[in-house]
């Protein structure tokens, strides 16, 4: 066996620690850390996949130019840069900063130091055009925080828990929604010590195999089914009556708009037994502490906002949140969350502040700028026209909801720029693609995780843990290969622009600019000094960090949460009017109404061997899907007369995409369930058994969105289908 190193899987947010294989200086296999205190070894065919990664031969090793006729060809990158400081200098000096956008991808935020970088770029060319992923995501979750108010005395976690909903999330593959470290072991760990689990899911999901109670409705009818789960808690008096008191207000306007969804309503609407919904309700409500977290199927599926704000004040009425003197289970290692107190922020800015959007009279929320009107402000002429954009470890292409749009809207752009190792969708589309290392080349910490437990209840770690790691590697031999931050620092030297990085903090708003620092732009920072910058203000200082290879729990002084503030007066709003305005509309069914013309709802599920649209053709990742099939019921299918390997063709209002039948009992009847960023760009996808479909296709931005984050419906998305071709013609 070769040399074994340390390092970070950064293929996906959950940061798993990886022992690296080692053979001439070249990675050769990748396993878990089976002696990390927290991870217990776990890793996924993912990051084992790492090594193929980085010697693939559809890796970029060289920037690329577009020439004139569409092909590319490679550029060195400092060649590069200076042509796209030359640009941008112009359509900046042009048109103003609102011309210039970027667009954070997950790789931009899985690679915690480039990001800070798109920022202070953007800072210091006065842009307020920041688009990412978060908002055609799960953007519900910022919103109805700021809608409801947080809890400063820190986020819940199922360790700490009695009882835990999970509503439309698969931690188990996803990592994400409430548990996710070793997620398949916490869940089973925390069961073995009585935890009781309700699951809100149209599929039968891997966490929901685990559940005490499994309610397995038809989607979009989560805020139905949590207004219902509420009105049983009121009823039942089961709330928390101290806490509501010193803490709550709207309680009233909350209980008198939840009355209307009765146990009997709720389970015809969403088609459930009336009786496990009040059983689920009890479940939480008498919990000492539970916990309650929604995913991405709930926040696409229409009222996102309202179902993340339902479970907000399900909490808040249960009492359910850490109380003065319970020990916090990570005071803070590598990033600082400030002090924890017992009591409530008022709420705060949701919607409509900051920079205005010119379409669906959207502005800037707390989840940032609704990503799903990008493609209408690059298309739509007149001052303040977005004419390039930046995407950073993204995927536009694939990812934005109405690929038909964003498609029309790329290609008006006058400079697109991806920073991508893969010649994807959206690089073929690019004039510009910066070739990256990739991760085993550059140093990295577990910022990003402990960041997400301070604002997310359910993520981060459950210890003070943390790890760093150097590179491993150096960039195969004859490559011009960057990591991602220097782009912006290159063209910034370029364009006479000087940068000041932040730490990114969710509730330390002073420590954020009290610990800014000013970069140097003659001398170029090492990556070194870049990530001492970042962590300038950490609990445990990054040098004591970088003693330990492997990830480890550090010895932090215990936290308890503090008692309130003498004098504290800000409550939480669980009573909001746009809210209880909005489950009037639930009541009243207009969706339903509207969508009764069709048979199926399509719903989004992610694939357990791959990352949205990242690496699908690595061989071990794609040894089970080589495309997203279109996951059906057998009940469905007989009904249908279809078989597996059927093509179907799915038909939304907006447009039809190709659908590959998979038989799968896991998934209700009435819904099909299909994986997005899959597929290739309009007109160049028709072989879908290669690449499979894009189901962002199937959504349109401009009818059925969220009228704050703007986020359409990409999931229990109404659809009809229609057999194409059978599963024996295709093969
Ligand atoms: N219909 C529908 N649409 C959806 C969703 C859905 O459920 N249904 N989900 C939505 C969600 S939650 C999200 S987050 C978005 C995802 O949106 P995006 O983030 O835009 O999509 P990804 O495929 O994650 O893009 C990651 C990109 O990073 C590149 N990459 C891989 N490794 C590296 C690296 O080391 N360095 C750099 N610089 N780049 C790298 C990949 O090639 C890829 O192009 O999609 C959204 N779209
Ligand atoms: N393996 C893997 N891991 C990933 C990703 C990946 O692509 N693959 N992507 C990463 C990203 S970008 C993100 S944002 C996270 C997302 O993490 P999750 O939100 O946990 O994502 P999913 O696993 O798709 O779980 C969403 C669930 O919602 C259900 N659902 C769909 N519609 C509805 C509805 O109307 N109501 C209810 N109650 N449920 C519904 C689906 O059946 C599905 O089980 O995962 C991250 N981790
Ligand atoms: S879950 Fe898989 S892809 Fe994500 S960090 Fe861990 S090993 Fe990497
Ligand atoms: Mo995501």
Redesign the pocket.
């Known amino acids: 066996m070769g040399e074994v190193k340390h390092s970070i899987?950064?293929?996906?947010?959950?940061?798993?620690p990886?022992l690296v294989e080692m053979e001439d200086g070249k990675p050769v296999k990748v396993v878990g850390d089976k002696d990390n205190p927290i991870y217990h070894g776990?890793?996924?065919v993912?990051?084992?996949e790492l090594p193929y990664m980085h010697y693939s031969d559809k890796r970029l090793l060289h920037s690329q130019k577009m020439q004139a006729d569409g092909t590319h060809a490679p550029i060195p990158h400092e060649q590069a840069f200076d042509e796209v400081a030359e640009k941008l200098k112009h359509i900046l000096d042009t048109y103003g900063p609102r011309s210039i956008a970027y667009y954070v991808g997950t790789h931009g935020y899985n690679n915690f130091a480039t990001n800070r970088f798109a920022d202070a770029w953007m800072d210091a060319i006065e842009s307020p055009m920041r688009f990412s992923s978060v908002t055609i995501d799960q953007p519900g979750k910022a919103i109805a925080t700021a809608l409801h108010g947080a809890w400063q005395g820190g986020t819940t976690n199922i360790e700490q828990a009695d009882a835990w909903m999970f509503v439309g999330t698969n931690p188990i593959v996803s990592?994400f929604g409430g548990t996710p470290v070793n997620p398949a072991r916490a869940i089973q760990k925390a069961k073995k010590r009585g935890l009781e689990l309700v699951v809100v899911d149209p599929r039968v999901t891997d966490v929901a195999k685990h559940a005490t109670i499994h309610l397995q409705p038809k989607p979009g009818n989560d805020p139905a089914i949590l207004a219902g789960m509420l009105r049983v808690i009121f009823e039942e008096g089961l709330y928390d009556q101290k806490f509501t008191t010193e803490n709550v207000n709207g309680f009233v306007e909350l209980r008198e708009a939840v009355d209307a969804f009765t146990p009997d309503f709720v389970a015809e609407r969403a088609d459930i037994p009336a009786e496990k919904l009040k059983e689920a309700a009890r479940m939480i409500a008498r919990a000492a502490r539970a916990g309650c977290t929604a995913g991405t199927g709930p926040n696409m599926a229409g009222y996102g906002n309202l179902t993340e704000y339902l479970l907000l004040s399900m909490m808040s009425i249960c009492g359910h949140w850490l109380q003065e003197g319970d020990k916090l289970p990570n005071p803070g290692v590598l990033v600082n969350r400030g002090p924890a107190k017992a009591q409530p922020s008022g709420p705060f800015p949701a919607w409509g502040f900051g920079e205005k959007l010119r379409v669906r009279n959207l502005a800037n929320t707390a989840a940032g700028l609704p990503t799903a009107a990008a493609a209408d402000e690059i298309l739509m002429d007149g001052e303040g026209k977005v004419r390039a954009l930046l995407s950073l470890g993204g995927n536009p292409m694939m990812a934005w909801p109405d690929q038909l749009k964003t498609y029309d809207a790329i290609r008006e752009l006058d400079l697109f720029i991806s920073i991508d190792p893969l010649m994807t969708a959206s690089a073929r589309l690019s004039h510009y693609v910066i070739a990256p290392k990739l991760s085993l080349e550059y140093e990295a910490t577990t910022a990003l995780q402990e960041m997400l437990g301070i604002g997310l209840s359910g993520e981060g770690y459950q210890a003070p843990y943390a790890q760093h790691c150097e590179k491993i590697m150096d960039p195969p031999e004859g490559s011009d290969v960057i990591e991602d931050w220097e782009f912006f620092y290159g063209i910034s030297q370029r364009m006479g622009l000087e940068l000041t990085l932040e730490p990114w903090s969710f509730m330390d708003p002073a420590g954020k600019a009290a610990n800014a620092t000013k970069l140097d732009m003659s001398n170029k920072p090492s990556a070194t000094q870049i990530w001492e910058a970042l962590l300038k203000n950490s609990p445990v200082p990054l040098s004591e960090v970088k003693k330990s290879e492997s990830g480890k729990i550090y010895d932090v002084p215990e936290v308890r949460v503090a008692p309130r503030d003498e004098g504290h007066t800000a409550r939480f709003d669980v009573g909001n009017d746009v809210m209880m305005k909005e489950l009037e509309e639930v009541k009243a069914g207009i969706v339903q109404d509207r969508e009764k013309d069709y048979d199926f709802r399509m719903i989004s599920r992610r694939l357990h061997d791959h990352?949205n649209s990242n690496w699908h053709f690595a061989p071990r990742m794609s040894r089970q899907y080589k495309y997203n099939p279109a996951f059906m019921n057998p009940g469905d299918m007989k009904a249908h007369g279809l078989k597996t390997g059927d093509i179907i063709e799915v038909i939304a209002e907006r447009a039809s995409i190709k659908g590959i039948v998979e038989e799968a009992p896991d998934v209700r009847e009435g819904s099909i369930a299909m994986t997005h960023c899959w597929g290739d760009l309009p007109g160049q996808d028709d072989d879908v058994l290669t690449h499979g479909s894009n189901t962002g296709r199937l959504s349109s931005v401009e009818k059925d969105y969220d009228p704050y984050s703007g986020i359409p419906r990409m999931s229990s998305i109404p659809i009809n289908i229609r057999l194409l071709q059978s599963a024996v013609a295709a093969e």
């Open positions: 899987c950064r293929v996906c947010h959950a940061q798993c990886i776990y890793t996924c993912k990051g084992r990592m990352h």
